[in-house]
């Protein structure tokens, strides 16, 4: 096991491949200041270069998941005039956030523990599977205090759960609970809070010993199936089978097919 130091994350890479990443800023729920959101883009970096890293898997810290922006490193005065410039703050920290979640090619777990509201819902939304403990909730926060939902909740959202249960969710800024969320299709899992982790670590190590690759290109296939016609879709679906047809682990996924044993994929 390797552990790395950060000020707002607890970072470990277990010897299963599985990177754990633990949101810790408890007593704010997690909210995103500048150093946690720093310090995330720069671990999703590291978990894409490090051939050891096969899955990530992302929590928060205490009672939250996380509660999106910090607010309070926004606070105003009566009359101050000076206004923050978010579209800056969003191009620097989220959106290398989710655009490194959604592109990164291994697959990445999240277990919603708590809240997981504004930015933090979005956060939730861009990992590839979630599970949520009972505890959770998701709240389109965004509204309340007048801004556009962003860090790609307009996007992830309508996909997920259809775009009117999205508008009526960003729209109202209603918090929903870990069971409507499971039957909206938000979330992949619902489970007892004690359960949580170790079932989102036996789950996030399946997907470590799984063909890496292979993940990775399908992440890749449905990035682009989302945003592009079928024809040129399934041209580019052709692409990627080729390249996944080349690699070690489906070699063997067919040998222990024929051969009538397990696979041992080795990510390569
Ligand atoms: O600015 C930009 O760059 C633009 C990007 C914006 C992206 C966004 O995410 S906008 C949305 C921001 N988030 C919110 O609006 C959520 C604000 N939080 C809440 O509404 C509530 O805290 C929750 C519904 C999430 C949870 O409520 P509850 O009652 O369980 O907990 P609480 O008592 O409100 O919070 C516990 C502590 O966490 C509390 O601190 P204290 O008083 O004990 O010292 C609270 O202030 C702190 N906390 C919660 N959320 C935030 C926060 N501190 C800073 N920022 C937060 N977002």
Same mark, same amino acid.
């Given at each position: ?5 950060y000020?707002? +994350?607890l970072?470990?890479? *277990?010897a299963?491949?599985v990177?754990q ?5 408890p007593?704010k729920?997690?909210?995103f200041?500048?150093? +946690?959101s720093f310090?995330? @883009? !720069? ?6 270069k490090n051939?050891?890293?096969?899955c990530?898997?992302l ?5 939250g998941?996380?509660a999106g922006?910090?607010?309070q &490193?926004? $606070?105003? &005065?009566?009359?101050? &005039? ?5 579209g800056?703050s ?5 959106m290398?956030i989710?655009? *490194?979640? =959604?592109?990164l090619e291994?697959?990445v777990?999240?277990a ?8 933090g /819902?979005s956060?939730?939304?861009a990992?590839d599977?979630?599970l949520a ?8 926060s965004? @509204? ?9 909740a307009?996007?992830l +959202?309508?996909?997920l ?6 508008? %009526? ?5 209603r918090?929903? $609970?870990a069971?409507?969320?499971l %039957?909206?299709?938000?979330i992949n899992?619902l489970l007892? $809070?004690e359960?949580l ?5 036996a789950?996030s190590?399946?997907? /470590?010993s799984g ?11 449905v990035?682009? /199936?989302?945003?592009t !016609?079928?024809a040129?879709?399934? &041209?580019y679906?052709?692409?990627?089978q080729e @390249?996944a047809? =080349?690699?070690?682990?489906? *070699? ?8 009538k044993?397990?696979?041992?994929f080795?990510?390569?």
């Amino acid at each position: 096991m390797t552990a790395m130091t950060y000020e707002t +994350l607890l970072v470990e890479l *277990k010897a299963s491949g599985v990177l754990q990443v633990l949101l810790n800023r408890p007593d704010k729920l997690n909210a995103f200041n500048d150093t +946690l959101s720093f310090e995330l @883009i !720069d671990v999703l970096k590291q978990a894409e270069k490090n051939p050891e890293v096969r899955c990530v898997l992302l929590t928060g810290a205490g009672r939250g998941f996380c509660a999106g922006q910090d607010l309070q &490193s926004r $606070s105003f &005065s009566q009359n101050d &005039s000076e206004r923050p410039h978010l579209g800056e703050s969003i191009r620097n920290r989220y959106m290398p956030i989710i655009l *490194k979640l =959604r592109t990164l090619e291994k697959p990445v777990v999240c277990a919603v523990n708590g809240v997981a509201a504004g930015a933090g /819902a979005s956060l939730a939304l861009a990992c590839d599977y979630r599970l949520a403990s009972e505890h959770a909730s998701f709240i389109q926060s965004f @509204i309340k205090v007048g801004l556009v939902p962003d860090s790609g909740a307009c996007s992830l +959202l309508p996909r997920l759960v259809g775009l009117g249960r999205a508008m %009526d969710l960003m729209m109202t800024g209603r918090k929903v $609970s870990a069971q409507e969320a499971l %039957d909206m299709g938000m979330i992949n899992q619902l489970l007892p $809070s004690e359960e949580l982790m170790e079932k989102a670590m036996a789950f996030s190590q399946e997907l /470590a010993s799984g063909p890496t690759k292979a993940y990775g290109l399908l992440k890749r296939a449905v990035n682009k /199936a989302m945003d592009t !016609d079928l024809a040129s879709y399934l &041209s580019y679906e052709a692409d990627l089978q080729e @390249i996944a047809g =080349r690699t070690d682990d489906f *070699k063997e996924g067919v040998m222990a097919f024929v051969e009538k044993r397990t696979p041992v994929f080795q990510g390569q």
